[in-house]
């Protein structure tokens, strides 16, 4: 096991102490969702994003939210690494691709940023605010909750919307997706659909195991 998944699985650990019934300390644990059926996402990333929505909702950063976005960062681009979570229904809404930003790798994304004008993409804990039609089309806002690394999301213009390098024609053409400027990049066959159902309120997590992000995150480890 890496280091940075042991501390994937430690910051869980805390989440989550020995002893403790975690689905009676937190609002949102992987035992309220039936696990057959959450798709090909990565059970511990799935437990740190339930965890970060359980403290943003215990800490007031946010109020039920209706929806949660979960992004695998460390998986390559070929692969669908976005899923979307009905959090009432506990049901999967959408498995899909996603693009992310030049400036953090070629088929896979290995560096980040919060810094304007990186190209780079953001982790941590977003909220979704409104759609409107911009350069990219159909998009939507998202403000970033992770102090240091996705705080400046909004004054970056990084936000969801469709584009035409985000599809299965190209990962067979080019072994991987197009790039966004920083942008969660999807299909635009599906962009106006899926940024209806998460606009206004939902939870996005862009997750990779980064050593930094997994130590000073908020949400993370001992919620604050």
């Known amino acids: 096991m890496n280091s940075t998944r042991a501390l994937a699985l430690s910051v869980f650990a805390l989440l989550f102490p020995a002893g403790l019934d975690a689905a009676t300390t937190l609002s949102l644990t992987r035992n309220d969702f039936d696990m057959s059926a959450i798709g090909a996402i990565d059970t511990d990333v799935f437990d740190l994003a339930l965890g970060a929505v359980s403290c943003a909702v215990k800490s007031g950063a946010v109020n039920n939210p ?3 976005t979960v992004i695998d ?3 390559p681009s070929s692969e669908r690494r976005l899923w979307v979570f009905d ?7 959408y498995e899909e691709l996603v693009a992310h930003g030049q400036g953090s790798g070629a088929g ?5 940023s919060n810094v304007h004008e990186s190209h780079r993409t953001s982790l941590g804990l977003f909220v979704t605010d409104t759609a409107y039609v911009g350069k990219n089309g159909y998009s939507l806002r998202l403000d970033g909750l992770d102090h240091g690394f996705n705080d400046h999301a909004r004054a970056r213009a990084i936000v969801m919307h469709g584009a035409p390098y985000v599809s299965d024609g190209f990962v067979k053409a080019t072994g991987r997706l197009g790039r966004s400027h920083g942008c969660p990049a999807v299909s635009e066959l599906v962009a106006r659909q899926m940024i209806d159902r998460v606009k206004g309120g939902g939870l996005v997590f862009a997750y990779y195991p980064d050593a930094a992000w997994l130590k000073s995150s908020k949400f993370l480890g001992n919620c604050r």
């Open 87 to 93: 959090l009432k229904s506990r049901e999967l809404l």
């Open 73 to 75: 960062y460390s998986r």
């Open 66 to 68: 209706p929806t949660l």
């Open 108 to 112: 896979m994304a290995t560096q980040f």
